[in-house]
């Protein structure tokens, strides 16, 4: 299941339209809102507000008519998805982002029919991120998340079970089950692998280069200036260094805020080329990584290339890559020129991963062990 306009999303697949059931859901709560819900209560709620007041912390977020109406949404949302569980009657499903409202409502779904959800990390904060650091979770757990977080990293897993291992019952739990969507490009024998390497390959040996380096674009505000900056380092660096200029697949406005990157043409600076490959299959041939603040980062660690970050907020989201040496922090375009000259091939020393075929064994298990506790939950 997809939400979005599936005419238009460019990395859609053969996929059920959930907008059905999302827009349902928000209708259906729509109406209770107009009819006024009576057991649509927040016991304590005055308490809250003071705890959150006496920290300094700002309460304006936590307005009764916005909560209300999210908790509507997700409520009658999450029944849509049931009236699915129920004809499809799978033993597992996997979310992405389920702190969304339709992931909420999703994990609702899945926790009343005794269905084993699975949460897969998308990006690389892990368990950094805060949708994945609860410090008081009530015994029987809490409905709207996850039953199983499936994390990149051991640390990530290792950091997430130490609050589900406090519960009674096992309702929520941590695996280490890899970048799932790395593993076929860990395999030199794979055939999509191949088929790519062959690509880059092909364009490597046309025009010989002593260093490959990938840049991940982000077009976040306000960094105009670094990209403006990187421009002009690209455009008077050796012929024998090959820029691949890379921008996100998903960003409908591709080259917003970008400067005058994307502007430049020169034999060595690849960006329709560098754009038109997978992330990993480019990663599996690339000396270095830059970006301003990028998970892909982590990625690129776990194919044994260095990241450089253009920026140091970069600091606060990927901690563990710098203070491991994975990745490093250069904010500063002549000190990124004289790093960038002292380079060296990568050794492309991958990071061992989880063969995926026992990570999905062990959930088979780990679902009939949930259904049952889902059946005999006191």
Known sequence: MQRGDLKTLSWAQPTFAANTIVNWGELQAFGRR??????????????LLAHV?????????????????????????ALGFEHVLKAVQPSMCFIVTYYLAMG???????????????ELQREGRGSRHEAYRWLAVPDEGYTLLPAVFWSWGEEDADMINGWTRTLSRPWHRAIHGGPPHLASWFEDNNPRTQAYDAKIREIRVSAPAELEILVALQNHDGYV???NDLAALIERSPREWRWWLRRHPRTADAD???????????????????????????????????????????????????SI?????????????????KAEIVDDIRDLEARLASTRRATGLRRAQPKLSDVLSGLDAVASEYAALCANPS
């Open 34 to 47: 107009v009819l006024g819900d009576p057991d649509m209560i927040f016991p304590e709620f005055n308490r």
């Open 53 to 77: 007041r006496q920290r300094g912390a700002s309460t304006k977020g936590l307005d009764q008519r916005v909560l209300r109406n999210k908790a509507m949404i997700v409520a009658a949302t």
């Open 104 to 118: 909420h409502a999703l994990a609702l779904a899945c926790r009343r029919r005794g269905v084993l959800s699975v």
């Open 225 to 227: 200036d670094v990209w």
């Open 256 to 306: 917003r805020e970008l400067g005058r990157l994307t502007a430049i043409r020169r034999p060595n600076v690849l960006i329709e080329e560098a754009s038109a490959f997978p992330l990993p299959a480019l990663l599996r041939h690339m000396d270095v990584l830059l970006s301003v603040r990028s998970g892909a980062a982590v990625e690129a660690s776990a194919f044994g290339v260095p």
């Open 309 to 325: 970050f253009l920026s140091g907020a970069a600091r606060e989201l990927f901690p563990d890559l710098v203070e491991t040496g």
